[in-house]
C-alpha cells in the first residue's frame, strides 16, 4: 500500500509541475494560470521512464519530451534532476 501511495504522490507532482512548465495563455484560461490538459502537450510516462535502466537514457527521454517547454532551460534542467530523483525512490 506504501509503495502505491509514493507512486501516486509522484504522479500527482509530475501533472503539478507540468502544469507549471506549460502555463495556459490566452481567452478562456483556468483562473490559476495553468492548462489542465498539459499532459496533452507534454506526455511523460512514468512507467517509460522507470523501464529504463541508465540515468543518461532518462535525461535524453526527457529533454526530448520537454524540447517544446517554455520555460528556459535551467528551469527544465532542474525539473528532469527532480523527476529523476523521485523516480529513483520508487
Known amino acids: 500500500m506504501a ?3 509514493k507512486r501516486l504522490s509522484v504522479e500527482l ?3 503539478e509541475e ?3 512548465l506549460y502555463p495556459k495563455e490566452g481567452p478562456g484560461s483556468s483562473s490559476s494560470g495553468y492548462g489542465s ?4 502537450e ?3 510516462d512514468l512507467d517509460d521512464l522507470l523501464d529504463m535502466e ?3 537514457e532518462r535525461r535524453r527521454f ?3 519530451k520537454l524540447s517544446a517547454c517554455p520555460q528556459p532551460s535551467i528551469v527544465v534542467a532542474r525539473f528532469i534532476e527532480d523527476l529523476l530523483v523521485k ?3 520508487l
Open 3 to 5: 509503495l502505491i501511495k
Open 87 to 89: 523516480a529513483k525512490s
Open 54 to 56: 541508465r540515468d543518461d
Open 13 to 15: 507532482w509530475l501533472i
Open 37 to 40: 490538459d498539459v499532459v496533452d
Open 42 to 44: 507534454c506526455d511523460i
Open 62 to 64: 526527457l529533454r526530448q
Open 18 to 20: 507540468l502544469q507549471m
